[in-house]
């Protein structure tokens, strides 16, 4: 038994390492660039040239809003490849992640404080679970799965004891609009480990997440925090994106 978990144990790190090596390769990302359509490249560029429109045009060139642009301009890049099952959004995913959390810190917000750390650690989650899956079908890219009825109520039913397990931590920290940042770790929790499993019911919590912090930014835009112009924008792009992710994903399956 212990010779198996040693096995075990031994597949999933080098699985993840291969996962690792082809999501930061260069190599490797201009392959499945190569996968992009026309609507594709039209989408990222822009939502990037938003991003740098939004940023030259407050004229705030604050430590902060230069963080928020990297965090904007990365999270374009990995939303695209997420919206075409590929891995590299790993890579571009970390880099954003990273400097949303720097973000999140400077603004006191201790619910994307939390998720960032989530997501920070899962993004090496999903390099293995989508590199298993591309080795077990022989595939250039992740394919969409479904869940059932009962897995999805399991779900919902988990995201709604974190919401009120994390609310209390939250209000009790003078967190930004308790009641909303409270909401974003279950949902984001769900929404990452349903990605990391190829599953397309993710969509649903990105959507919610995405709606939640355009409130946030717009509460923190009126307060005049540092980085919230440029972070509210990279949220409403977000949100746009994910009715396009919705699509690509729902059409594969």
């Known amino acids: ?9 031994g ?14 390769s260069p190599k490797y990302e201009a392959k499945e660039i190569k996968q992009f359509n026309v609507v594709d490249w039209a989408l990222m560029a822009i939502m990037l040239l938003a991003q740098l429109i939004v940023f030259f045009s407050v004229h705030d060139y604050s430590t902060g ?8 301009l990365t999270m374009v890049v990995s939303l695209i490849f997420v919206n075409k099952g ?7 995913g970390l880099i954003s992640a990273i400097a949303w959390l720097v973000i999140a810190m400077m603004n006191h917000q201790i619910g994307s404080t939390y998720t960032q750390y989530f997501y920070i650690v899962m993004q090496f989650v999903g390099m293995y679970f989508w590199q298993k899956d591309m080795n077990t079908n022989n595939s250039d890219h992740v394919h969409a799965k479904r869940l059932t009825r009962l897995q999805f109520i399991l779900v919902l039913l988990a995201a709604v004891v ?14 930004v609009l308790p009641l909303f ?3 974003l770790l ?3 929790i769900v929404g990452q480990i349903l990605m ?4 397309r019911s993710q969509w649903l919590f990105w959507i919610t997440i995405n709606v939640l912090n355009v409130v946030i930014y717009i509460h923190l835009l009126q307060q005049d925090q540092a980085g919230s112009t440029t972070m509210l924008m990279t949220n409403i792009i977000m949100l746009l994106n994910s009715f396009y992710g919705t699509y690509q994903w729902m059409k594969e399956n």
Not at 162 to 175: C, Q, S, T, V
Request: net charge negative.
């Open 65 to 72: 809003a230069i963080i928020s642009l990297v965090a904007g």
């Open 196 to 199: 990391s499993f190829g599953q």
């Open 181 to 183: 940042e409270a909401a």
């Open 86 to 92: 590929l891995l590299s959004n790993y890579a571009w």
């Open 186 to 188: 279950p949902l984001g």
């Open 1 to 9: 038994m212990f010779n198996a978990i040693v096995t075990k144990t």
């Open 162 to 175: 974190l919401y009120f397990i994390l609310n209390r931590n939250i209000a009790a920290n003078d967190g």
């Open 11 to 24: 597949s999933v790190f080098e699985t993840t390492f291969q996962g690792c090596l082809h999501a930061f």
